[in-house]
């Protein structure tokens, strides 16, 4: 019935992507990697939390991050400015903050003391008449540009960044304006060190091709349906970096006991709030006003993924350790619970999600072996896979020097 | 010695030493440890009083449950961490999943 064109309706929508087979060798190549690093993540804005976890004056949180072989401190001030620094005493560059995070009224380096201010500023010196020339002024701990974003903290190791966090987000910045980010919080926190590379462990978040296989014990019957077998996305959103898709929602779906439990108490990830009206949903979801939507993927370039339900949503980011070794960090929001009802029901949601991720991360080193072995050089894709087409290219583009930002 | 869980719910107390835990970790840890057996016996000793337990429960704020209703909780929270073991795979831990183990829990995400 339908035309082999309505079918490969993606690469029709994006012709500039083509429909060639995409290489091997960015997922296997150090050297690769190496200009990934360089050429991406030293220079683009990256997500590394939200302003909840640091939502009194002297909050911090430490984050170390191999991908750009740093720490960072990052803390709130006295004027309720979001700060990040490199977390580096800037006497003889002793690692400043220990712990992972807490509350401090300011930073004093294990080493010699040496004592620094919410806002960066050096405070104080034992035994400062001991040094030469001396400015404590001129110490203070190095800067890393910091905007905020719905709530989402972003960095720039980029002293002075060609583009603000409201041009890098472009089309996507005022799209979840009213989404109620600020409301929801964490229930879960997951992490793993996968023997992957990260455009790998990316790409399996963004096509629902593998749905019915991998996730033929879990969530396949709700991720597809009789009028749609194979999870073909509802919609899709190219960006010039970033990217977002719909995901079906079998209107079939027919919830197991526990879940039934779950949703009497409060939304699920599978069902949201429940409603069926999608006229009205939560502002910045389901821009097509599918009936059979289940979730927004939204990629945000390069290492973010946000997940967006009715009620829910999820976030993924992920640090390239080595070329074929990469950090995961999930985690699950959702309304802080208001009754032990609304707990228990919750638990649901974060038990199936954990254990539909375990089936993701299942495949992920045997891909990276086979690929390290060299035994084949490129991967088909097929339509339902343009988000990965489109990751590729755009990672492809700035690592060859290809788009205009990098040209200096 | 007070009764270790409220007078309705007292024919879960068998359950209580392998179930009532704390933390999603060793709720995990210990549906991973068990017989298909051991958890097809707690689902469906408790499936038929969630229902009751969870009204019970809501009776009291989150963060003041009496002992014995926190007790009760906590078997609720491993009903739904064995949910998918008895409905989805039909055994305790998906085989072939990845490896456990290497899956961090960190905790306090929040409660």
Same mark, same amino acid.
């Given at each position: 019935?339908?035309? &082999?064109?309505?079918?490969?309706?993606?690469?029709?929508?994006?012709?500039?992507?083509?429909?060639?087979?995409?290489?091997?060798?960015?997922?296997?190549?150090?050297?690769?990697?190496?200009?990934?690093?360089?050429?991406?993540?030293?220079?683009?804005?990256?997500?590394?939390?939200?302003?909840?976890?640091?939502?009194?004056?002297?909050?911090?949180?430490?984050?170390?991050?191999?991908?750009? @072989?740093?720490?960072?401190? $990052?803390?709130?001030?006295?004027?309720?400015?979001?700060?990040?620094?490199?977390? $580096?005493?800037?006497?003889?560059?002793?690692?400043?903050?220990?712990?992972?995070?807490?509350?401090?009224?300011?930073?004093?380096?294990?080493?010699?003391?040496?004592?620094?201010?919410?806002?960066?500023?050096?405070?104080?010196?034992?035994?400062?008449?001991?040094?030469?020339?001396?400015? @404590?002024?001129?110490?203070?701990?190095?800067?890393?540009?910091?905007?905020?974003?719905?709530?989402?903290? &972003?960095?720039?190791?980029?002293?002075? /960044?060609?583009?603000?966090?409201?041009?890098?987000?472009?089309?996507?910045?005022?799209?979840?304006?009213?989404?109620?980010?600020?409301?929801?919080?964490?229930?879960?926190?997951?992490?793993?060190?996968?023997? $992957?590379?990260?455009?790998?462990?990316? !790409?399996?978040?963004?096509?629902?091709?593998? $749905? /019915?296989?991998?996730?033929?014990?879990?969530?396949?019957?709700?991720?597809?349906?009789?009028?749609?077998? &194979?999870?073909?996305?509802?919609?899709?959103?190219?960006?010039?970096?970033?990217? +977002?898709?719909?995901?079906?929602?079998?209107?079939?779906?027919? /919830?197991?006991?526990? !879940?039934?439990?779950?949703?009497?108490?409060?939304?699920?990830?599978?069902?949201?709030?429940?409603?069926?009206?999608?006229?009205?949903?939560?502002?910045?979801?389901?821009?097509?006003? +599918?009936?059979?939507?289940?979730?927004?993927?939204?990629?945000?370039?390069?290492?973010?993924?946000?997940?967006?339900?009715?009620?829910?949503?999820?976030?993924?980011?992920?640090?390239?350790?080595?070329?074929?070794?990469?950090?995961? !960090?999930? @985690?699950?929001?959702?309304?802080?619970?208001?009754?032990?009802?609304?707990?228990?029901?919750?638990? &649901?949601?974060?038990?199936?999600?954990?254990?539909?991720?375990?089936?993701?991360?299942?495949?992920?080193?045997?891909?990276?072996?086979?690929?390290?072995?060299?035994?084949?050089?490129?991967?088909?894709?097929?339509?339902?896979?343009?988000?990965?087409?489109?990751?590729? @290219?755009?990672?492809?583009?700035?690592?060859?020097?290809?788009?205009? !930002?990098?040209?200096? | 010695?007070?009764?270790?869980?409220?007078?309705?719910?007292?024919?879960?107390?068998?359950?209580?030493?392998?179930?009532? =835990?704390?933390?999603?970790?060793?709720?995990?840890?210990?549906?991973?440890?068990?017989?298909?057996?051991?958890?097809?016996?707690? *689902?469906?000793?408790?499936?038929?009083?969630?229902?009751?337990?969870?009204? *019970? =429960?809501?009776? *009291?704020?989150?963060?003041?449950?009496?002992?014995?209703?926190?007790?009760?909780? *906590?078997?609720?929270?491993?009903?739904?961490?064995?949910?998918?073991?008895?409905?989805?795979?039909?055994?305790?831990?998906?085989?072939?999943?990845?490896?456990?183990?290497?899956?961090?829990?960190?905790?306090?995400?929040?409660?």
């Amino acid at each position: 019935m339908k035309s &082999f064109s309505l079918q490969q309706r993606w690469a029709n929508k994006y012709p500039e992507l083509g429909t060639e087979p995409i290489p091997v060798e960015p997922n296997i190549s150090p050297e690769y990697f190496e200009r990934e690093r360089e050429r991406i993540f030293k220079r683009t804005w990256l997500n590394i939390g939200r302003v909840e976890e640091i939502s009194e004056a002297g909050d911090y949180f430490v984050k170390d991050l191999a991908t750009l @072989k740093t720490s960072l401190l $990052v803390v709130r001030g006295r004027d309720g400015i979001v700060r990040a620094f490199h977390n $580096v005493c800037r006497h003889r560059g002793n690692k400043l903050a220990r712990s992972c995070g807490g509350g401090t009224r300011g930073f004093i380096c294990g080493f010699h003391g040496w004592t620094y201010d919410l806002a960066g500023n050096l405070v104080r010196v034992p035994d400062e008449e001991q040094f030469f020339n001396f400015e @404590k002024s001129a110490y203070g701990l190095t800067p890393v540009a910091t905007e905020v974003w719905e709530g989402f903290i &972003f960095i720039n190791l980029v002293a002075d /960044p060609a583009e603000t966090l409201r041009e890098f987000i472009g089309e996507l910045f005022d799209q979840f304006l009213g989404y109620p980010f600020s409301k929801l919080r964490p229930i879960v926190n997951y992490s793993a060190v996968v023997g $992957v590379n990260w455009k790998i462990f990316m !790409e399996i978040f963004q096509e629902c091709y593998h $749905v /019915p296989n991998i996730h033929r014990s879990s969530v396949a019957e709700i991720g597809t349906g009789k009028d749609n077998p &194979f999870g073909h996305l509802l919609s899709t959103r190219l960006f010039r970096r970033h990217r +977002s898709a719909s995901v079906y929602y079998n209107p079939e779906h027919q /919830p197991t006991a526990a !879940e039934s439990l779950a949703f009497r108490y409060g939304p699920t990830i599978l069902q949201g709030t429940g409603t069926d009206d999608f006229t009205e949903p939560l502002p910045g979801i389901n821009p097509d006003r +599918s009936s059979k939507w289940g979730f927004d993927i939204n990629v945000i370039f390069p290492n973010f993924i946000l997940d967006l339900a009715n009620g829910s949503y999820w976030t993924q980011t992920f640090w390239p350790i080595a070329v074929d070794r990469t950090l995961w !960090e999930v @985690k699950l929001y959702m309304d802080p619970p208001k009754n032990p009802g609304e707990r228990i029901g919750q638990e &649901f949601s974060k038990v199936l999600m954990r254990d539909a991720f375990r089936e993701d991360l299942s495949q992920l080193e045997n891909i990276q072996a086979n690929m390290n072995s060299g035994t084949f050089t490129h991967t088909p894709l097929s339509d339902q896979e343009i988000l990965v087409r489109h990751a590729y @290219k755009v990672v492809d583009d700035l690592v060859e020097a290809r788009l205009s !930002e990098i040209e200096e | 010695m007070a009764s270790p869980l409220p007078q309705q719910f007292q024919e879960l107390a068998a359950f209580i030493d392998k179930w009532s =835990l704390a933390t999603e970790r060793e709720r995990n840890a210990c549906r991973r440890a068990s017989t298909m057996e051991e958890i097809q016996q707690f *689902y469906d000793a408790m499936l038929p009083r969630m229902n009751g337990l969870i009204e *019970y =429960l809501n009776q *009291y704020p989150l963060d003041a449950l009496p002992e014995d209703a926190e007790r009760l909780f *906590y078997l609720a929270l491993s009903f739904m961490e064995v949910s998918p073991a008895v409905e989805l795979f039909r055994e305790p831990d998906e085989s072939g999943a990845f490896d456990a183990a290497r899956f961090v829990i960190v905790e306090p995400a929040i409660v």
